[in-house]
């Protein structure tokens, strides 16, 4: 939507704009591949935790449900 804005002849034939022109180029051009990489890092570790937060969890559920029942048969 953006470089549709940009490449009307209102944008491209004003002088003042060969800046924002070049600016956005550059931008169009970023292929964010470390980015990309950071962020699958980082999803990965944020699975990772996730997953060991679930397991914490669900271990104490059943820790929680045994010690229930040795108090109810107390």
Do not use: C, G
Not at 37 to 64: G, Q, R, W
């Amino acid at each position: 939507m953006i470089n549709k804005a940009l490449s009307s002849e209102s944008v491209t034939n004003n002088p003042k704009m060969t800046e924002i022109l070049a600016i956005w180029d550059t931008v169009n051009k970023m292929t964010y591949s470390k980015e990309n990489t950071l962020i699958k890092e980082l999803k990965a570790n944020n699975t990772a935790k996730f997953d060991t937060l679930n397991d914490i969890i669900n271990t104490e559920i059943v820790k929680n449900r045994e010690l229930k029942r040795q108090l109810i048969n107390v």
